[in-house]
């Protein structure tokens, strides 16, 4: 089904833009798309992966999932063939703990491995080119890498509200090069496990959720970030200057937030929670942003498309693939990748001829 344009029954108001610089009427919904068929690459019986956290395409063509919970990148091609698996669990050469944030830099891989506070260099071969450690603020916060124009790679990192800030830009020698975002609400110095389980159980989203952002950013050094359980973007210049901010509506972010309510409610562990998240993934492809919604892991996957000024360029929508936490896109050959998470299966689904992005 498609649909020109979309009514506001699917985003009730859009997506607005609030800044006050644009000065321009909220932007619409251009396409509303269905693809109601995927084609199974990887199926869940062959019991694969363990948390396979991002799914990356590079240069040469081949798809790289990021295994957290195994340790190691899968490689396929675009058929769904393994091609070869990259590193091992451990601590020492070659080898990963909790791999995140593969980014494709040339013939590069730069894999953040996670627990061993490291940045690993990779060919798409395999073979293992060198480390680096991580910088402090880099640990356990979600990581953008990108080449920037002098071709030296930096990192865009959410700070959770550290510093008074969202996120940091970081230099490939690791040195601060500039702030974004403040935090929206103060966060406390020490968090009260009890108090905040108080705060849910009164429908109140406690700061420490707040302030939780997916940074990406551009190789111009401009950058997006989306602050997730705020259901908002926030668009930055390659000089850091605001451009204007986004604020998603609609009922598929209410039962986004009534889950979120649910099962904290229903678990009196008061050191454990589940985290409030509208957003499960963001990518930039050319100019434009793709959101991937944290469905409830029974509905289909939903993507949002927002062009560098805001407005909606696309809402698609997969029924089929369910529990789908990453993805990547094909511009190319108009595909896109879906890694179901709970099932461990991966998917594949064709964009429409004619949709813009």
């Known amino acids: 089904m498609r649909t020109l344009p979309a009514t506001q029954r699917l985003l009730p108001a859009g997506i607005a833009a609030l800044a006050a610089a644009c000065g321009e009427a909220p932007p619409t919904i251009d396409a509303e798309i269905v693809i109601s068929s995927v084609d199974t690459l990887v199926p869940a019986e062959a019991e694969l992966f363990e948390r396979p956290s991002e799914a990356t395409l590079g240069r040469d ?12 990148i899968f490689v396929f091609d675009t058929t769904g063939q393994m091609v070869r698996e990259i590193g091992r669990a451990g601590a020492g050469p070659e080898e990963f703990q909790g791999p995140r944030s ?44 990108a080449s920037g124009p002098t071709g030296g790679a930096h990192m865009l990192v959410s700070t959770r509200g550290r ?21 929206p609400a103060a966060l406390p110095e020490m968090i009260d496990f009890v108090e905040v389980k108080r705060e849910i159980g009164e429908g109140r989203v406690p700061a420490m959720f707040r302030a939780l952002a997916v940074p990406v950013l551009a190789p111009d050094l401009s950058a997006w ?18 451009l204007w901010t986004a604020r998603f509506e609609g009922p598929e972010f209410e039962r986004i937030k009534a889950r979120f309510f649910e099962l904290n409610r229903a678990d009196p562990n008061p050191s454990r929670f589940f985290p409030l998240n509208y957003v499960a993934a963001a990518r930039q492809q050319d100019q434009n942003l793709w959101l991937l919604l944290r469905m409830p892991e029974d509905e289909g996957a939903h993507l949002v498309i927002l062009s560098p ?11 089929a693939a369910t529990g789908v936490r990453a993805f990547d896109v094909d511009a190319e050959s108009r595909t896109l990748y879906l890694m179901a998470y709970y099932d461990g299966a991966l998917l594949r689904a064709r964009l429409p001829g004619d949709l813009e992005y």
């Open 61 to 72: 063509g081949l798809l790289f999932i990021t295994d957290a919970g195994a340790s190691r």
């Open 102 to 145: 593969l980014t494709p830099i040339g013939d590069t891989l730069l894999i953040v491995d996670g627990f061993n506070a490291r940045l690993q260099r990779v060919t798409s071969a395999g073979v293992f080119l060198g480390t680096s450690l991580l910088p402090h603020v880099a640990l356990g916060g979600a990581v953008s890498l």
């Open 163 to 183: 510093d008074n800030s969202l996120a940091m830009l970081l230099d490939e020698a690791g040195a601060e090069v500039r702030r974004l975002g403040l935090p």
């Open 225 to 242: 970030l989306v602050l997730v359980a705020e259901g908002e973007v926030w668009r930055y210049s390659a000089t850091g200057d605001l």
């Open 309 to 319: 000024d805001g407005s909606i360029l696309a809402r698609i929508q997969v029924p």
